[in-house]
């Protein structure tokens, strides 16, 4: 952690981790997004910083630069949550980049840790199937 991090206080870091949280929840994705992605550099190893800032990625139509965020909270994740969370953030993202295929298979891992079946045992497609939407 380098200087500028370690003289925040912690209830500046959670002032911006909410002023970042509010701009999700009003679809304010741009502010959203620099802010998160102050806290990420202050904060590299908060595993809770790369998933808003994956998703404020998302909302803000960078696919890839949100598969990065996503993978890096996913390799940090262990709670039941984090990782529903991180597979179906994964999923929109490789959907966004426009491969299905890769897309379903987060969505079965979510399923696997909800305990439920593949896509495909329940005879029916994932919301949202069909063709991903064509690369610009």
């Given at each position: 952690?380098?200087?500028?991090?370690?003289?925040?206080?912690?209830?500046?870091?959670?002032?911006?981790?909410?002023?970042?949280?509010?701009?999700?929840?009003?679809?304010?994705?741009?502010?959203?997004?620099?802010?998160?992605?102050?806290?990420?550099?202050?904060?590299?190893?908060?595993?809770?910083?790369?998933?808003?800032?994956?998703?404020?990625?998302?909302?803000?139509?960078?696919?890839?630069?949100?598969?990065?965020?996503?993978?890096?909270?996913?390799?940090?994740?262990?709670?039941?949550?984090?990782?529903?969370?991180?597979?179906?953030?994964?999923?929109?993202?490789?959907?966004?980049?426009?491969?299905?295929?890769?897309?379903?298979?987060?969505?079965?891992?979510?399923?696997?840790?909800?305990?439920?079946?593949?896509?495909?045992?329940?005879?029916?497609?994932?919301?949202?199937?069909?063709?991903?939407?064509?690369?610009a």
């Amino acid at each position: 952690m380098d200087g500028k991090a370690s003289s925040m206080s912690e209830e500046e870091r959670e002032f911006l981790w909410l002023l970042g949280f509010l701009h999700l929840r009003y679809g304010r994705w741009e502010d959203a997004r620099v802010i998160f992605r102050g806290l990420k550099a202050l904060f590299p190893g908060e595993p809770a910083f790369a998933k808003a800032l994956g998703f404020a990625l998302l909302k803000t139509g960078e696919y890839r630069a949100a598969l990065r965020e996503i993978d890096r909270f996913l390799e940090k994740a262990s709670e039941k949550e984090d990782l529903e969370a991180g597979y179906w953030l994964k999923s929109k993202a490789l959907w966004g980049l426009g491969h299905g295929k890769k897309a379903r298979d987060q969505l079965d891992r979510l399923l696997a840790v909800k305990g439920g079946e593949r896509w495909g045992g329940f005879g029916m497609a994932p919301p949202d199937a069909g063709n991903p939407p064509k690369k610009a």
